[in-house]
């Protein structure tokens, strides 16, 4: 082993150095002495690499964070999260602790989704046909229905034949049909003649009239959404 010579590269080298000749000595032994001082351990300190204590304070607290004093521990810290396993009423009974729950929460009230499973659920659409001038089988044409019960939310589109549509409509006991130039005035009709719903709700004749664009007399289609009750 190469023994360190002066000039020493650090006082750890000069105190080792000490040592090995007190050990080569054949008089002078190595006593407890040579190296019970604090001057002489820092000797060895001095040219270490080691973490203050500040050092280590600063590792601590940026691995637990912003802790309360009363999570300040890693067993602390693990007994607080074991208590949240479990939410009891005591947890949240105020208003305001259920509003602080609440406030970035995109909720749905049960009863706005039973309405919107609903309005999909009961939505219908008719296919009124007529098949123009061009065409002598009266059979074909498919300009009325019958409903069951009140309906509501009515809509129609033509095809591009049509410019728009008219309707007529019946109780399922009369034979005089009532005329309606739009929606609204058939939706006025059925509101206040039709009751019930679409399960045991009273019987109509709804009858769709085309109105033809100028020069236009082919087939044509009236789309008819309504929702039931």
């Given at each position: 082993m190469e023994v360190p010579k002066p000039p020493f590269h650090s006082t750890t080298e000069e105190l080792l150095y000490n040592i090995y000749l007190k050990l080569s000595s054949p008089v002078n032994t190595l006593s407890a002495l040579d190296i019970n001082t604090i001057a002489k351990l820092n000797a060895i300190i001095n040219d270490a690499d080691l973490a203050t204590t500040e050092n280590l304070i600063n590792a601590i607290s940026t691995f637990k964070g912003?802790?309360?004093?009363?999570?300040?521990?890693?067993?602390?810290?693990?007994?607080?999260?074991?208590?949240?396993?479990?939410?009891?009423?005591?947890?949240?009974?105020?208003?305001?602790?259920?509003?602080?729950?609440?406030?970035?929460?995109?909720?749905?009230?049960?009863?706005?989704?039973?309405?919107?499973?609903?309005?999909?659920?009961?939505?219908?659409?008719?296919?009124?046909?007529?098949?123009?001038?061009?065409?002598?089988?009266?059979?074909?044409?498919?300009?009325?229905?019958?409903?069951?019960?009140?309906?509501?939310?009515?809509?129609?589109?033509?095809?591009?034949?049509?410019?728009?549509?008219?309707?007529?409509?019946?109780?399922?006991?009369?034979?005089?049909?009532?005329?309606?130039?739009n929606l609204p005035y058939l939706q006025n009709w059925i509101n206040t003649t039709i009751t019930g719903d679409h399960l045991t709700g009273m019987k109509f004749w709804l009858k769709c009239v085309p109105v033809y664009k100028v020069e236009k007399n082919g087939e044509a289609v009236n789309l008819f959404g309504y929702r039931v009750t």
């Open positions: 912003n802790v309360p004093s009363e999570g300040n521990t890693l067993e602390k810290l693990y007994n607080l999260i074991k208590a949240l396993n479990y939410l009891s009423r005591e947890d949240i009974d105020t208003l305001a602790e259920i509003n602080s729950l609440l406030v970035d929460a995109d909720l749905v009230k049960t009863e706005d989704l039973t309405n919107a499973i609903n309005s999909v659920d009961n939505k219908r659409e008719i296919q009124f046909f007529f098949q123009g001038s061009g065409d002598d089988d009266d059979c074909k044409n498919r300009d009325r229905i019958v409903i069951r019960g009140k309906i509501n939310s009515l809509v129609d589109d033509c095809t591009n034949e049509l410019s728009g549509v008219t309707y007529k409509s019946r109780v399922d006991t009369s034979a005089s049909w009532i005329a309606h130039p």
